[in-house]
C-alpha cells in the first residue's frame, strides 16, 4: 500500500506544484480518475499523508476528497478510509469517463431545479412559432452577439425586474461560457488574479485557472463580501451579491459602494453572478449592483436556475471596455449560439410565459424550503439553517467541531447526496452541509431529514 501512495505522490505532485496554471489537488485528482491512472476501487491514503507527502494543508487535501465524493469519483466509508468509486468501473481509461451516477436515493445537491417543473408545452408552443418565423437567413450563421431579437427582450426584461442597464448585451451558453469569455478577456487585458468569494463555487476556481487567472479567496461574513480583505494584486473580483453562493447572504448596501468604490480607485472590475436571483420568498427583490456603476460592472445571468440547465442559454451584460473583445471571442470560439432556442426563450420572454412560470416556480420552492425546514426544526433542532429567505438550498450549520466532511461520507454510505461545506472553502468555515431542495417533493424532503436525524443520533464525527 505505500509503494501505491508513493507513486500516487508522484502522479500528483507535479500537477499540484506547476506553476501558473497549476492544478489544485482536487484537479489533479479528478484528471487522474478520469484518465484511468486512478482505478476504480484503489484506495488513497489519509488526508493527513496525502497533505504531508504533497506539501499542502491538510483541509486543502481533506476539501478534495469531499468535493470529489460528492461528485461521486470518490467513495468514503468510516473505518475503510477513502477509495475511488467502484462505480466507475469499466469507464475509466479515456479522457472523456465521466462518473457514473450512483444510486443516490436522496439527491440534495444544491443547483439543480425542479425539472420536472419545465413548462413542455409552453416551450413547445414558442419553439414552433420561432421555427416557422424565423427568415431563411436566421438560419445561417448567427450573430456571434447574439439574436438581436432576444438582446432587445432581455434589455426590457432586465430593466423592469432588476433595474439592468443593458445596452451591451452579448448571449452565451450558459453562465459557465460567459465567464470563461470574461476570464480570457481579463487576462488578455491584463488581469492576473480575480478576487473570488469565500467560500464559493470550486467550479469557478478550476475555471479561472485554466485561463491563467489566479482565484483569490475574499471572507465572507454576513454582510456579504469583505471589501477591505481585497488583495492588492487584484483588480477584479467574481460576487453573488444578490444571493451569496453558499451561505445565501445578500451583500449589504454599505458593502455595495465600498465594492464599487474600490473598483473605481483600482480602475477594477466587478463580476455580478446573478445566478438565482429571481427566487426569493422573505425579502423584497434586490436592485442589481449593474445599475449602480454600468461601466464597472459586468452582470452574468442564465437560465439554468429557471428554466433548466440543458437550455445552455445565458447571457452578459457588459461594459463598453469589454463588450467588443468578449464579442470577438466569442465569434473565434464558436461563431455564436444557435438562433432557434434564443429565438423561442425571446418570445417566452415577450408573451410572459417567463414570468408565470417563475411565478408557479417560486410557489413550488416555497413549499418545498418550508417543509425541509420544519423538518430540520422538529428532527434536528440542534443544526442551524442559513440562507434561508430565497434560493435553491440552504446552509444547516451543524455544532461546533463537527467534522462536516465525514457527516458528508457517512450520508453517502446511507444513498444520501449532500455536500459538506468545507468543500466550498480554502479560507475555513464553520461545519455545515450545503442542501438543495428544489428537485425533492416536500414529502421526500421530510423523509430524507428523518433519515438524516437517524443516522446524527447514532453520534456525528468530531474533528481531531
Not at 243 to 250: K, M, R, V
Amino acid at each position: 500500500m505505500a509503494d501505491n501512495w508513493t507513486t500516487l505522490r508522484e502522479l500528483l505532485l507535479p500537477a499540484v506544484s506547476a506553476g501558473g496554471r497549476g492544478r489544485t489537488v482536487e484537479a489533479a485528482l479528478r484528471t487522474a480518475i478520469r484518465d484511468g491512472q486512478l482505478a476504480p476501487g484503489s484506495r488513497l491514503p489519509s488526508s493527513r499523508d496525502l497533505a504531508a507527502q504533497l506539501g499542502v494543508a491538510r483541509g486543502t487535501v481533506t476539501a478534495a476528497y469531499g468535493q470529489l465524493t460528492a461528485e461521486g469519483y470518490l467513495s468514503a466509508r468510516r473505518g475503510s478510509g477513502t477509495s475511488v468509486a467502484t462505480a466507475l468501473a469499466g469507464r475509466a481509461g479515456t479522457a472523456a469517463a465521466l462518473p457514473a451516477a450512483p444510486p443516490w436515493r436522496y439527491d440534495l445537491r444544491p443547483g439543480i431545479p425542479a425539472l420536472s417543473e419545465f413548462p413542455r408545452a409552453e416551450w413547445a408552443s414558442v419553439t414552433r412559432a420561432a421555427l416557422s418565423e424565423l427568415p431563411d437567413e436566421t438560419l445561417g450563421y448567427p450573430d456571434p452577439s447574439g439574436l438581436p431579437e432576444l438582446r432587445a427582450e432581455l434589455t426590457a426584461y432586465l430593466g423592469r425586474v432588476r433595474a439592468v442597464t443593458a445596452e451591451n448585451v452579448a448571449i452565451t451558453h450558459g453562465g459557465a461560457e460567459g465567464m470563461s469569455l470574461l476570464a480570457a478577456v481579463l487576462r488578455a487585458q491584463g488581469h492576473t488574479a480575480m478576487g473570488v468569494e469565500d467560500p464559493g463555487h470550486p467550479g469557478q476556481l478550476d475555471l479561472l485557472r485554466e485561463h491563467g487567472v489566479d482565484p483569490v479567496p475574499v471572507p465572507v461574513d454576513c454582510d456579504g463580501l469583505v471589501v477591505s480583505a481585497l488583495r492588492a494584486s487584484v483588480r477584479a473580483v467574481l460576487v453573488t451579491s444578490a444571493h451569496q453562493f453558499p451561505l445565501g447572504t445578500a451583500l449589504h448596501q454599505s458593502r455595495r459602494h465600498a465594492l464599487l468604490a474600490w473598483a473605481r480607485s483600482r480602475d477594477g472590475v466587478v463580476i455580478e453572478d446573478d445566478y438565482d436571483a429571481e427566487h426569493r420568498y422573505d425579502r423584497p427583490a434586490l436592485r442589481a449592483m449593474q445599475a449602480m456603476d454600468p461601466g464597472r460592472v459586468v452582470y452574468l445571468g442564465s437560465v439554468s436556475k429557471t428554466l433548466a440547465p440543458a437550455l445552455r442559454l445565458g447571457w452578459l451584460v457588459l461594459p463598453p471596455s469589454l463588450y467588443e473583445g468578449v464579442v470577438r471571442r466569442k465569434r473565434l470560439t464558436d461563431l455564436g449560439c444557435s438562433p432557434l432556442p434564443q429565438a423561442a426563450f425571446a418570445r417566452l420572454l415577450r408573451g410572459g410565459g417567463y414570468d408565470r412560470h417563475l411565478r408557479r416556480a417560486r410557489g413550488t420552492y416555497r413549499r418545498r424550503r418550508d417543509a425541509l425546514l420544519s423538518a430540520v426544526a422538529e428532527l434536528l433542532p440542534s443544526w442551524q439553517p442559513i440562507g434561508v429567505a430565497a434560493g435553491l438550498h440552504v446552509v444547516l450549520r451543524l455544532p461546533s467541531g463537527v467534522d462536516d466532511t465525514e457527516v458528508s461520507g457517512r450520508l453517502a454510505e446511507h444513498g444520501i447526496h449532500v455536500p459538506a461545506l468545507s468543500a466550498y472553502s480554502r479560507l475555513g468555515t464553520y461545519p455545515g452541509l450545503v442542501v438543495g431542495y428544489a428537485a425533492t417533493t416536500p414529502d421526500r424532503l421530510r423523509d430524507a431529514v428523518r433519515e438524516i436525524a437517524a443516522i446524527a443520533g447514532r453520534g456525528v464525527p468530531r474533528r481531531s
